[in-house]
């Protein structure tokens, strides 16, 4: 599971995107947005703990990023630079927020974890529900439960074959609890990323699915985006998954815009 580096370079823009991407996915997951992110930046995506390309285990990977971003900086004399999170990555960007140097000109988060407090993610990532998570997922329960959900009409057969697929083996099981712990470990203080962001005048572009069950777009945190200054809400006809065409059409045209 681990390269030789700690993430991918791509993107033929003069501009520079530290990219955390989501899970299952890695490094190059930004790749798909042709039209918006990678004619104006040149991408850094880094591979995260668990997942192909990236290391396997998280206790230093933090300190060791953080290193890479300064060093990144320094070699390549950069004045201002971006962030951009997926789901779990969305919660890294904005855990590493207050440690970051003051230089940050956009934030680009897509179904954010971290902006609000996720009761089932928090209770699945420590302590007893972790444990509890973890003999769960190593039985047969998940896939009756899929089957179940699917008869309900709560999901469809292809919601079914994508969460499955994730499961199917030992290894990719052992990932998903080992990512979920990492992200418990990961404290987000929303209020006072946003102040953060505040000060830096920092442009943030918050991207929601509409159909996205497990971060959806609600009143809740709508009124906490609004405590933000320089915001950008979009929200598309999309479930979890945004790595679609019509998003990178209209990040592209409000770049432009």
């Not at 971003?69 to 320094?74: D, G, K, N």
Request: aromatic fraction near 12%.
């Amino acid at each position: 599971m681990n390269s030789e580096s700690p993430f991918s370079e791509y993107g033929s823009g003069t501009q520079l995107l530290f990219a955390f991407h989501g899970y299952g996915m890695n490094g190059d997951q930004f790749i798909t947005f042709t039209k918006s992110l990678i004619p104006n930046y040149k991408i850094i995506g880094f591979h995260l703990p668990y997942h192909r390309n990236g290391p396997e285990n998280h206790q230093d990977w933090i300190a060791i990023t953080l290193t890479t971003i300064y060093q990144i900086i320094t070699d390549r004399k950069v004045q201002n630079y971006s962030l951009a999170g997926y789901s779990i990555g969305a919660r890294i960007c904005l855990h590493l927020l207050p440690q970051l140097p003051q230089k940050i000109d956009k934030l680009f988060l897509f179904a954010p974890y971290g902006l609000e407090k996720h009761i089932g993610l928090k209770f699945i990532s420590k302590g007893f529900g972790h444990h509890f998570f973890k003999a769960v997922l190593n039985s047969r329960i998940p896939e009756l439960l899929m089957n179940f959900t699917r008869f309900l009409g709560f999901i469809d057969s292809e919601h079914e074959a994508i969460i499955l697929r994730e499961l199917d083996t030992a290894e990719k099981r052992k990932n998903l609890c080992y990512s979920l712990l990492m992200s418990g470990e990961l404290p987000v203080n929303s209020f006072e990323s946003i102040k953060r962001l505040n000060e830096l005048n920092t442009k943030t572009i918050i991207v929601y699915g509409r159909n996205d069950v497990l971060f959806p777009f609600k009143n809740r945190n709508q009124k906490l985006l609004n405590l933000i200054k320089h915001r950008q809400v979009i929200e598309v006809k999309e479930s979890h998954w945004l790595m679609t065409e019509r998003l990178d059409l209209l990040l592209a045209t409000n770049q432009n815009d």
